[in-house]
């Protein structure tokens, strides 16, 4: 059993205890808050320390691994602490800076969320079992409500560049984006791959409350597939009022991407997302917002 660790806030730890019992062969034992006044209390019977620092420092022997939700610069600080202690890490920074961890004996694992919605997994398994063909047309919206919550610009686009990137299999030749300057809360842009295959993606952060959407459709030489978010309206009907709820699979994607960690250090083998991975993504996100600034189509730089 892989005994974990969480740095985070309360708030996060209330949604990775919730899926707690999804879990195989892993249980949280450690807990540390990144601001002051979290509580743990949501994993279970854990050990609380009161900083990461003091959870490194005195309670580095209750945890196999740590997973670390923080800001990109307390992530980056905190998975060197980690991988110096031997701790396998899972974070969420995109800094250049781990791209040194990822080289050392320590297995690191980028937080790539967003790979793991059941539904994604399922287009990108039709495309390994080549039942899609190749890898022809991706189209992807993703709209938000705005307010607290949706992130930077830049934190909407990086998800759509690493789904691209992943489903194609490597990082696009040409990119061309366009945002209007009279709604800066959305942007289009287009990514073009070897073999002619091409992706246009549009992200809108001006949805009303409880609009937000999100699909994906991939369409190859001999098939097509699709995903989305599941936010579908079921009608329940028993007589009397009808009633419609709105289906969700949860955190699932949070399962299955701490799952895939569990089993890459139990299996000692690499993760399937790594540091190359968000690499490739940050460099494409740049050229999106190069181009969206410059109005021009930016060429793939050599070696993606």
């Given at each position: 059993?892989?005994?974990?660790?969480l740095?985070?806030?309360?708030?996060?730890?209330?949604?990775?205890?919730?899926?707690?019992?999804?879990?195989?062969?892993?249980?949280?034992?450690?807990?540390?808050?990144?601001?002051?006044?979290?509580?743990?209390?949501?994993?279970?019977?854990?050990?609380?320390?009161?900083?990461?620092e003091?959870?490194f420092?005195?309670?580095?022997?209750?945890?196999?691994?740590?997973?670390?939700?923080?800001d990109?610069?307390?992530?980056?600080?905190?998975a060197?602490?980690?991988?110096?202690?031997?701790?396998?890490?899972?974070?969420?920074?995109?800094g250049?800076?781990?791209a040194?961890?990822?080289?050392?004996?320590?297995?690191?694992?980028?937080?790539?969320?967003?790979?793991?919605?059941?539904s994604?997994?399922?287009?990108k398994?039709?495309?390994?079992?080549?039942?899609?063909?190749?890898?022809?047309?991706?189209?992807?919206h993703?709209?938000?409500?705005?307010?607290?919550?949706v992130?930077?610009?830049?934190e909407?686009?990086?998800?759509?560049?690493?789904?691209?990137?992943?489903?194609?299999?490597?990082?696009?030749?040409?990119?061309?984006?366009?945002?209007?300057?009279?709604?800066?809360?959305?942007?289009?842009?287009?990514?073009?791959f070897?073999?002619?295959?091409m992706?246009?993606?549009?992200?809108?952060?001006?949805?009303?409350?409880?609009?937000?959407?999100?699909?994906?459709?991939?369409i190859?030489?001999?098939?097509?597939?699709?995903?989305?978010?599941?936010?579908?309206?079921?009608?329940l009907?028993?007589?009397?009022?009808?009633?419609?709820?709105?289906?969700s699979?949860?955190?699932?994607?949070?399962?299955?991407?701490?799952?895939?960690?569990v089993?890459?250090?139990?299996?000692?083998?690499?993760?399937?997302?790594?540091?190359?991975?968000?690499?490739?993504?940050?460099?494409?996100?740049?050229?999106?917002?190069?181009?969206?600034?410059?109005?021009?189509?930016?060429?793939?730089?050599?070696?993606?």
């Amino acid at each position: 059993m892989i005994r974990l660790a969480l740095i985070s806030s309360a708030e996060t730890a209330e949604a990775y205890g919730s899926i707690s019992t999804r879990l195989h062969r892993t249980a949280w034992t450690a807990y540390a808050p990144v601001d002051s006044g979290g509580s743990g209390k949501a994993l279970g019977q854990v050990t609380e320390a009161a900083s990461a620092e003091e959870l490194f420092a005195d309670r580095v022997d209750a945890f196999d691994a740590v997973i670390i939700d923080a800001d990109q610069v307390a992530a980056e600080r905190l998975a060197k602490v980690a991988s110096a202690n031997g701790k396998p890490v899972l974070a969420g920074a995109t800094g250049g800076s781990l791209a040194a961890l990822g080289q050392a004996d320590t297995l690191l694992m980028p937080a790539h969320p967003w790979r793991f919605l059941p539904s994604v997994q399922s287009v990108k398994g039709s495309l390994n079992d080549g039942k899609l063909g190749q890898a022809g047309l991706l189209r992807i919206h993703r709209w938000l409500p705005p307010g607290e919550g949706v992130g930077s610009l830049a934190e909407r686009i990086l998800p759509d560049a690493d789904l691209a990137c992943w489903l194609f299999g490597s990082a696009p030749e040409t990119v061309w984006s366009l945002q209007s300057a009279a709604n800066p809360e959305y942007i289009q842009f287009h990514l073009g791959f070897a073999n002619d295959g091409m992706a246009m993606i549009d992200i809108a952060a001006s949805l009303p409350s409880g609009g937000d959407y999100f699909s994906l459709t991939m369409i190859g030489g001999t098939g097509a597939a699709y995903a989305d978010d599941h936010h579908n309206m079921n009608l329940l009907y028993s007589g009397g009022q009808p009633n419609a709820i709105r289906a969700s699979q949860g955190r699932a994607d949070l399962v299955g991407q701490l799952q895939e960690f569990v089993d890459a250090i139990s299996e000692q083998r690499a993760p399937s997302v790594t540091v190359a991975d968000t690499t490739r993504a940050v460099e494409v996100l740049d050229q999106v917002l190069e181009s969206a600034k410059s109005r021009q189509v930016i060429s793939g730089k050599e070696g993606n």
